[in-house]
């Protein structure tokens, strides 16, 4: 592609926690937040990492995020935590939550933190990763601003609320690794469409009728996606409940409320020792990933992946080769550090 | 309909333990499963209530189902419980699972019991129910016979592997209750679609070579069932990555194996107080309800329902009226009475 900057990710990491700091974070949340949103766009997912720092820019500017909070404890039950996120940036809090969750399940077996007051936390599965990382299944969830519309209706009610699961294997590398939207698609892939001037396939996107919206330009002004399976027919009612399961446990059980911009986290951490010997845990699940595997494909050479497959080749390729930027993305990012008076640095 | 046998909830439950009772079952368990499986028929998941006793039976035949097991605790580590069901009727050790992780809840926080060596536990909704019913919000996972045909794969390598999920809302009669495969249909919806000689639209099943099979006499036949989404381009990888994670949670954290015919389950429950006041919690989510409910619908009269209600209303509509058995179902019922020496009493 033409006029993509191709940036090494410790420049990003930099060009990050220069802006955060000057937005008044401490080094040490400005290197949190940069590192959870580098890796997400060395792995891939181009939506969530620094292609969020516009958005955050916003809701600093709104006083919905505040740079100098610092997450406290609201609650400790033994295994069960209320972080209070007060307002920080998503992924501080979550970050800490996360860490105390990995803690509880080593101390109790499994180990759970919900946060409120919270804001966008990045990607969910950076999180899950993070507890397989240190042996342990993992499970983030968030809620997030409402566009999903549920089966039967025609307003966007609940997020596109995301699950995202991991489990550690033998090789440390490649857990495990589920990142999903309970949407048929994220809002990202409806943005990519209209941008290429292609139709959407219906089960997508939704009219202000409720019926299927393949115009990509309408869909992406309007924002209304369908649950995971897109029609009724085909299941959206599965993704609808999804979605509002994740709307229960991080809105409604954090307290965190379930309107626009009111974001609230759950993350469970599972000790595997608590109900297996570790050596047997990770032999099965090896087995059970070589088993997928070796199905026969329906297309030769396209076998069956195991979810985190493409993260993982990316994270390779970008680690070597630097994280492809689109100019308007670099333009975005140069308009963030000048209104934060942040030194820009990417060029 | 012709023929149908509608029989009152108390005959039916007193025909299952009779059964079960032959079969060597203690009166407590063989109560235990028919409850389990009445309430099941009740709420119109006709494909996992008394449906099942013919498939029970061929366990009981095939020495996979010991009718004279008592699950046990294989490992207790505070709020992380592990049970082995040596065989058992699913429905005992995962009730006794169920229990266990309430109880752990009620003194931890939350609570998680995983179960290994079991069978087929009925509807995978009723014991996120049972959570609900204790004022816990519930989640039921379990693994089954291998259906699901990974995305770019040609042969069945997982189960349907059901997701439920419930919540307490102040109307005890009415949790929010999640009860869904991971598949876009149950097997069951096959069936039906063969028996009525009608096509499957494209996204249910799969042909050997992995496209869609809309025909439903051969797809009942070679049982290939397509992911949650149906298609990689409606998100079939999504269906296939929380199936994997049902999987690891219910056949591999527990040791049950990820083989046909070796089950395990996953039960969690979190006391939403340990999060927030009760008041608070049910307060909030009596709102997110409402404010669904209240979506402006897409048919006039076809309003947005919350999961959970339909199944509400048939159990109100069944206890009244009695639960329809098609004269197969009666039949077959006959059949496994005549096997097992019990008496037939449904006419």
């Not at 792995?43 to 516009?54: A, F, N, R």
């Not at 969830?141 to 039967?152: D, M, Q, R």
């Not at 709307?247 to 911009?261: D, F, K, R, V, Y």
């Not at 930027?325 to 942040?342: F, H, I, K, Q, Y």
């Amino acid at each position: 592609m033409e006029n993509v900057l191709t940036v090494p990710a410790e420049l990003l990491h930099r060009q990050l926690t220069t802006v955060f700091t000057t937005w008044g974070m401490s080094q040490d949340h400005a290197d949190i937040a940069a590192t959870i949103m580098v890796e997400t766009d060395l792995t891939g997912i181009d939506s969530h990492g620094i292609g969020m720092l516009p958005h955050y820019q916003k809701l600093l500017r709104e006083n919905r995020l505040d740079p100098r909070a610092t997450p406290t404890i609201a609650r400790d039950n033994g295994p069960a935590v209320l972080v209070d996120g007060n307002k920080a940036i998503g992924h501080v809090p979550a970050h800490f939550a996360n860490a105390i969750a990995i803690e509880k399940a080593r101390q109790h077996g499994i180990g759970i933190a919900a946060v409120t007051n919270s804001n966008h936390y990045g990607a969910a599965g950076w999180y899950a990763r993070m507890a397989a990382e240190a042996g342990m299944i993992g499970i983030s969830l968030t809620n997030a601003s409402h566009l999903l519309v549920p089966i039967h209706g025609t307003q966007p009610a609940l997020g596109t609320n995301p699950i995202a699961f991991s489990a550690p294997t033998r090789d440390e590398t490649r857990p495990v690794l589920l990142d999903m939207a309970t949407t048929t698609v994220a809002y990202g892939k409806v943005s990519i469409a209209r941008r290429a001037g292609k139709p959407l396939p219906p089960g997508w996107a939704l009219d202000e009728n409720g019926n299927p919206e393949t115009n990509s330009a309408r869909a992406a002004e309007t924002r209304r996606l369908a649950p995971l399976g897109g029609t009724r027919e085909q299941g959206a009612h599965k993704g609808y409940g999804l979605a509002l399961m994740v709307e229960i446990l991080c809105a409604t059980l954090t307290g965190a409320g379930s309107a626009q911009l009111r974001t609230g986290h759950f993350f469970l951490v599972l000790n595997p020792t608590a109900f297996r010997d570790r050596e047997d845990f990770q032999a099965d699940l090896d087995d059970l990933i070589a088993r997928l595997r070796g199905n026969t494909p329906a297309e030769p050479g396209q076998p069956v992946i195991i979810p985190g497959d493409p993260e993982h080749d990316t994270f390779i390729q970008r680690q070597r080769d630097g994280i492809p930027m689109m100019p308007t993305l670099v333009e975005e990012v140069r308009a963030v550090c000048e209104e934060s008076g942040a030194g820009f640095i990417l060029t």
